[in-house]
RNA sequence: GGAGAGUUGGCAGAGUGGUCGAAUGCGGUGGUCUUGAAAACCAUUGAGGCUUCACGGUUUCCAGAGGUUCGAAUCCUCUACUCUCCGCCA
């Protein structure tokens, strides 16, 4: 949520911001007078319930006195009542306005005007014509895509036999990462979720088209372990000396991928359910800056340690997803693509989430406001094996793995 | 799934429809004392909103949502969660 203080302060040049993000102009300044409405109704029912407090006698009021006070009370039920209305047509049109970029992000409309900050290892050169990672898969008989339309119909995976153990060990290879080195802690969560925490971290009330939701019930499936992650701590004070605190869980994420037809049919870079290790960290407002970058570090950690090339993309405005104030996509070379494709999302979100979901913190026993949420995957464990199997594909057709995955996976297994 | 009990400030725990934002204890913060610390003693200590340059003013909040009443932490209804017992179960 926008914080309310700055919407008033600093109206115009905030709406220039959100401008570059895509928020219509008319909605924007419905928003602002709406927030005038509210404010103004807040006050005249202040008045009137002041009024009626000043009249409240001690002890049992006579019949004079109460007959007043019921018309008191008449008049403040009333304004209330209209406060209420107000009051939610404001709530729901604050939830619906996206966080504002940082200044520092460049303006664009789209993905084509986002900024490559640099690549890191180098695309490998193939004396033979590469393969993509489903033929190479369904060959190895690690992925069974045809049973599992049987089972679950298009766009779910089948890992089998190697195929499976691979990416449970990548999985597990990331957790470990995380978790000796990086200081995360880990978490195993539920991966359904009520609305209230998809509220706080933005993916509703907005993109509800894009989510699966339980017939008849509030739960939903997570979209991703930054819901239940960022939702650890919905509506508590956390401890400022404590901060920053960071926890990595790895999860199934469901997607609908509405609007998505015809893309990515081939394989698991786009499926309804894939698994992903998502990293979270709540931090001092001045920190976040700098934790972004080190939890970019995080995430490409894992990709160097599987010695991937890969390249650090910086969204420009128009790109940016809904609640976040600046994002780093790490993007994967896929060989049979001859391009990079997005294997990591890092974002900082600033107080946006917090607000939302009311995490704020206190420093010397005082509250100081609102933390600040970071999050990134690190990484999205389908698409790790998909651009793994490409990258490190012979020309027989098999997989050389990584060095890093040789405690996991056995000496022997670590060459096919 | 059935039966019962509960949900109050950071924690524990009072609270009979008006004097309750709420006793008391612990904890936190500041201070006195002390070479220093502990103990003791004194003071202070919930959160949000609106308003104000500021001091301050004001309002709301006792799980959540409704209701009764001139007036609700207290009465009623629903929901969520916790605990105990029974049943079922990986």
């Known amino acids: 949520m926008i914080n309310p203080q700055h919407l008033r302060d600093n109206t115009e040049a905030l709406k ?4 570059t993000k895509g928020v219509d102009a008319g909605e924007f300044d419905n928003y602002v007078a709406l927030d005038q409405k509210w404010r103004a109704v807040t006050q005249e029912t202040e008045v009137l319930q002041q009024e009626r407090n000043a009249s409240i006698p001690k002890g049992k009021p006579s019949p004079e006195e109460q007959t ?5 009370s008449k008049s403040v039920k009333a304004k209330q009542a209209e406060l209420q209305v107000v009051a939610e047509e404001l709530k729901t049109k604050a939830m619906e306005i996206p966080n504002a970029p940082l200044p520092d992000v460049p303006v664009g409309k789209d993905e084509s005007e986002n900024k490559v900050i640099r690549e890191v290892g180098t695309p490998r050169k193939f004396d033979f014509e590469p393969k993509s990672h489903e033929v190479l898969a369904e060959e190895l008989g690690w992925l069974d895509m045809e049973r599992a339309t049987k089972i679950s119909g298009s766009r779910f995976a089948l890992f089998m036999g190697a195929g499976a153990k691979l990416e449970r060990v990548l999985t597990q290879f990331m957790l470990d990462k995380h978790t000796t080195e990086h200081g995360y802690t880990e978490v195993q969560a539920a991966a359904l979720v009520q609305s209230s925490a998809l509220e706080g971290t933005g993916q509703l009330p907005k993109f509800a088209d894009d989510l699966y939701r339980m017939e008849g019930l509030d739960l939903w499936l997570s979209p991703t372990a930054e819901v239940q992650l960022t939702n650890l701590y919905q509506g508590e004070i956390l401890e400022g000396p404590s901060l920053p605190l960071r926890y990595v869980a790895h999860a199934p994420c469901f997607r609908k991928e509405a609007g998505s037809y015809g893309k990515d049919m081939k394989g698991i870079i786009r499926n309804h359910q894939f698994d992903k290790v998502e990293l979270v960290q709540f931090v001092r407002p ?11 570090g995080h995430a490409e950690a894992i990709l160097q340690a599987l010695e991937l090339p890969y390249r650090v993309v910086e969204l420009c405005t128009g790109d940016l997803g809904f609640s976040a104030a600046k994002t780093y996509d790490l993007e994967v070379w896929f060989p049979s693509q001859n391009a ?25 026993g005082k509250v100081s406001g609102y933390v600040h949420t970071l999050n990134g995957s690190g990484l999205a464990v389908g698409r790790t094996f998909a651009a793994l199997l490409e990258n490190s594909q012979t020309d027989t057709g098999n997989i050389n793995h990584p060095r890093a995955l040789v ?7 670590a060459i096919v």
Not at 16 to 19: A, V
Not at 68 to 72: C, F, G, I, T
Not at 286 to 296: Q, R
């Open 286 to 296: 001045e920190d976040s800056s700098a934790g972004l970058e080190k939890l970019l």
């Open 340 to 364: 990079y494709r997005e294997i990591s999302s890092c974002s900082n979100f600033l107080d946006f989430q917090a607000r939302r979901a009311m995490i704020r913190y206190k420093e010397e």
């Open 407 to 413: 405690p996991y996976l056995g000496q022997e297994n």
């Open 68 to 72: 007043k006070l019921a018309e008191l």
């Open 16 to 19: 220039q911001s959100l401008l």
